[in-house]
């Protein structure tokens, strides 16, 4: 590599590691005019593209360093991701179990950061399905998710969202349960479990439930809807059988 190529290439890392996308893209992409032979420079202007909103471009890109790098890991991640963002999710799924296949069979555990991301992937396939209806296959990609991430919080949140959409309100509520067992300041699962206690006719469990929430954050907006919701209508029945 000549001077001249080896001083865009530093300033195009420098710029793309501090995120000045657009400086990074200058000169990264005066580079591979030049020299095509860089897996880890297509891999940096896919992730510029990306974040520009040129999917295509960032598609080909990804692409490219694959080709050039076919167990590049990084980057076959982020085509998955771009594949994902186009609806390609058959073509998403391929590319990151292909990746997850290369470090199984190199007998090594997943980076931290690889697992994340592989875990979001199933994540994002489980909402595609969930938001057409398709509760068994969104539930069987969050538990693929969970099973990578089992600390991700949301997700499993998510799984329990699931069961509870498709009519298993007991298994909703076991999820639930589980969330608040791992984590009992992850207030949103205390929320979702005084609603499926609610849902299976268990108002004393729903009301603690809610109240719980409040102990640990006062003013808690869903909480006190809830639970004004319910008194509300104890309330009214109260009214209404005092006056029968």
């Known amino acids: 590599m000549d001077e001249e190529l080896r001083q865009w290439l530093t300033l195009g890392r420098g710029y793309f590691e501090q995120k000045q996308y657009a400086k990074a893209e200058r000169y990264l992409s005066r580079l591979v005019e030049r020299n095509q032979s860089f897996a880890d420079v297509y891999n940096m202007l896919g992730v510029v593209y990306h974040d520009q909103g040129q999917f295509a471009r960032s598609q080909r890109a990804f692409e490219a360093a694959l080709r050039i790098n076919p167990g590049y890991t990084e980057a076959a991640l982020n085509l998955a991701v771009i594949y994902n963002d186009l609806g390609k999710y058959k073509e998403a799924r391929e590319v990151y179990q292909q990746a997850l296949a290369r470090h199984q069979s190199h007998g090594g555990e997943l980076d931290p950061v690889v697992r994340g991301k592989i875990a979001n992937m199933y994540a994002d396939i489980g909402d595609a399905y969930a938001s057409s209806g398709l509760w ?23 799984l329990g969202h699931a069961h509870r959409d498709k009519g298993d309100a007991l298994g909703a509520l076991q999820v639930y349960e589980e969330i608040v067992q791992q984590n009992p300041q992850y207030l949103p ?39 004004a919701l319910v008194r509300g209508a104890d309330a009214e029945k109260a009214e209404k059988a005092a006056k029968g």
């Open 136 to 158: 068994d296959k969104a539930i069987e990609e969050y538990q693929r998710a969970l099973a990578l991430g089992p600390t991700f919080f949301d997700i499993k949140l998510k």
């Open 189 to 227: 699962a205390r929320v979702a479990l005084g609603v499926a206690h609610y849902a299976l006719g268990r108002k004393a469990e729903a009301l603690a439930a809610w109240e719980a929430v409040l102990n640990l954050s006062p003013g808690n907006k869903s909480a006190e809807m809830y639970l």
